[in-house]
């Protein structure tokens, strides 16, 4: 299958701090990324869709301020999360998929972000 | 509200039992289909995907999924389990009419105990 690199895998900051994570398709075009964020023993939420060259599309409930989604590239999307706190600690991961929705989305290894 | 629904939470098996994984969605417009497993401390990956055609699809590792349109389920099974099986397994439905955003049930833990 196709490869999705995400980086870092993990991150420690300090709290107020930003923190940007990347997701990169490496051997194709991805049109449309996903990020979600997975907490302990539970399922992956998504928080966000981004199509190269547009404005995130957020799901309810997450803070679009403090979560920037960029998709700048047809390789490229990156996650900042802004003024982190302790409870913005999570699993995050992005997945990325080609213009064919028709078409399975493929998944990084996730960024253990740790917020003390 | 669209969603996706796993039964168990955790299942607890034995070497060689059979499994079967509940997962119903509640979408009613065109779908594909997925599981997913989590292997301790590792990424996703994907075991098997429904797109269309044969409505039971085979995976990796011996699993299977059989997809019921009339009870919007896609249950995942494996005749024999092995202990190496032990991981985190997500069920995931793609809504093709709303951008194709895939969206998961939330999990289901399986042990399996040698």
């Known amino acids: 299958g196709a490869v999705v690199s995400q980086h870092p895998s993990r991150v420690i900051c300090k709290s107020g701090t930003s923190v940007k994570i990347e997701c990169r398709s490496l051997d194709f075009q991805a049109t449309t990324m996903f990020w979600y964020r997975q907490f302990p023993k539970k399922s992956l939420m998504l928080m966000a869709t981004s199509n190269e060259g547009s404005k995130a599309t957020y799901e309810q409930g997450v803070e679009k301020d403090k979560f920037l989604i960029n998709h700048a590239s047809l390789t490229l999307s990156t996650l900042t999360v802004t003024s982190a706190h302790p409870e913005d600690s999570s699993f995050y991961i992005c997945s990325a998929r080609g213009w064919d929705r028709n078409t399975e989305a493929f998944f990084g290894q996730g960024t253990r972000l740790t917020v003390v | 509200a669209q969603s996706v629904s796993q039964h168990n939470h955790h299942v607890i098996l034995s070497e060689a039992a059979s499994l079967e994984l509940g997962c119903n969605y509640s979408y009613g417009g065109t779908v594909n289909l997925f599981w997913y497993v989590q292997y301790p401390g590792q990424h996703l990956q994907l075991l098997l995907k429904?797109?269309?055609?044969?409505?039971l699809v085979k995976g990796i590792k011996g699993f299977e999924a059989e997809f019921i349109k009339s009870k919007f389920s896609f249950n995942l099974r494996k005749p024999s389990v092995q202990w190496s099986d032990t991981a985190e397994y997500f069920c995931a439905v793609n809504d093709i009419n709303q951008g194709g955003k895939l969206i998961f049930g939330q999990g289901t833990e399986l042990s399996v105990k040698p």
């Open positions: 429904y797109f269309s055609g044969d409505p």
